[in-house]
């Protein structure tokens, strides 16, 4: 269960880097391939706004990165806890706001690793 755990936890981890990637460094570039309903034209004037939600997912997955460097049992699953709720929090908020598709592929992941945290 450990490391089943452990893999969904770096699995979101690395959505997160992803995520940072793209909106901070290729949002005007890959960008209008994956949002095909956004309007190409205001790619270019929305690159900060973009690149600042990169930076919020490099924390997120800064934060579970961390986790994996912690001995303290109770302070790992804490800190695990407290950052897939954000990620779960951000995601259902994207998928109200923005497109359905961001629950599956965003809070769901963190929803399964909490579920398997407090279970284990």
């Known amino acids: 269960m450990e490391i089943l755990v452990n893999i969904l936890i770096g699995l979101v981890a690395l959505l997160h ?3 940072l990637w793209f ?3 290729a949002w005007t570039t890959r960008g209008p ?5 956004f309007p190409k034209d205001l790619f270019e004037p929305t690159k900060a706004l ?4 990169g930076l919020y997912n490099g924390f ?3 934060g579970l990165i ?5 001995e303290d ?17 951000a995601g ?8 359905k598709k961001i629950f599956f592929v965003q809070a769901l992941p963190a929803l399964i690793a909490i579920l398997l945290i407090l279970f284990r």
């Open 17 to 19: 880097l992803y995520f």
């Open 33 to 37: 391939k994956i949002f095909r309903s």
């Open 66 to 70: 961390w986790s994996f460097f912690i």
């Open 23 to 25: 909106e901070m460094f």
């Open 92 to 99: 259902i908020y994207g998928s109200l706001t923005a497109s």
């Open 73 to 89: 049992p109770a302070w790992k699953t804490n800190v695990a806890l407290f950052f897939l709720i954000c990620v779960v929090v």
């Open 60 to 62: 997120l997955s800064a």
């Open 50 to 53: 973009a690149a600042n939600q």
